[in-house]
């Protein structure tokens, strides 16, 4: 069955250090992929998506992410993060052939930053 | 440009109730869903639609019922309200060309 997991409920990270969430995926041939942020209170937010191409994607707010086909990962990552980064972030995984607009998501991350 | 406008944005119930959480969206987006959000459950797809007249089953499809008579609206109904299905509601609009979504404000349910 298809799936996406995010290995980490929690993450507590200081201000201006770097950060790194995970996400892995079930499915056989390679999907869309898609990172979301979400505020408290707000709807999701992309940030970043992977279709094709160079692996390494560069998103909004000084996020990226590295697509990795061996290890079935989309780890999302920024070098120094910021007090307004606190948020819930999702991976999405777009499957089906061509475009049929099914995403499923893990089950998200919490970030939490320190002063 | 509104893009994705869910109504109500907090609803309570009482077990047994039915009611529809309606979305529309101003984007001209073929694809539309439907998800549910619970704590440290992601957001599970409920139905979707890739495009007017045409529906299928998400996730976790139970208890929900969908249309799309129009390429804008993509009503989402409960029929007999129960307990479990007290979460927040998502709908979403995707655009067909890169499948980037954009997502309502969400709805708070309640049922009791």
């Known amino acids: 069955a298809q799936s996406v997991t995010q290995p980490d409920i929690h993450i507590t990270v200081s201000e201006g250090a770097s950060l790194e969430l995970r996400c892995n995926y079930s499915y056989g041939a390679t999907p869309y992929l898609f990172w979301y942020v979400q505020s408290p209170g707000q709807g999701l937010q992309l940030l970043l998506k992977?279709?094709?191409?160079?692996?390494l994607v560069q998103g909004i707010k000084g996020f990226e992410a590295e697509f990795k086909r061996s290890q079935s990962s989309f780890n999302l990552r920024k070098p120094s993060v910021h007090w307004s980064d606190a948020a819930e972030y999702f991976c999405?995984?777009?499957f089906g052939s061509g475009n049929t607009g099914k995403l499923i998501f893990g089950q998200g991350t919490t970030l939490q930053v320190k002063p | 440009n509104a893009g994705v406008t869910q109504t109500p944005k907090f609803q309570v119930l009482k077990t047994g109730q039915s009611m529809t959480l309606q979305c529309a969206q101003d984007m001209n987006h073929e694809y539309m869903s439907w998800y549910r959000q619970d704590p440290g459950m992601g957001l599970r797809l409920i139905h979707y639609?890739?495009?007017?007249?045409?529906?299928d089953q998400g996730e976790v499809p139970n208890g929900y019922n969908v249309s799309r008579s129009t390429t804008e609206d993509f009503p989402l109904r409960l029929l007999s309200a129960a307990p479990s299905q007290t979460s927040v509601y998502f709908c979403?609009?995707?655009?067909?060309?890169?499948?980037?979504?954009?997502f309502g404000q969400g709805t708070r349910l309640t049922v009791v």
């Open positions: 979403a609009s995707i655009d067909g060309l890169n499948t980037e979504a954009f």
């Open positions: 999405a995984v777009g």
């Open positions: 639609s890739v495009g007017a007249g045409i529906t």
């Open positions: 992977y279709f094709s191409g160079d692996t």
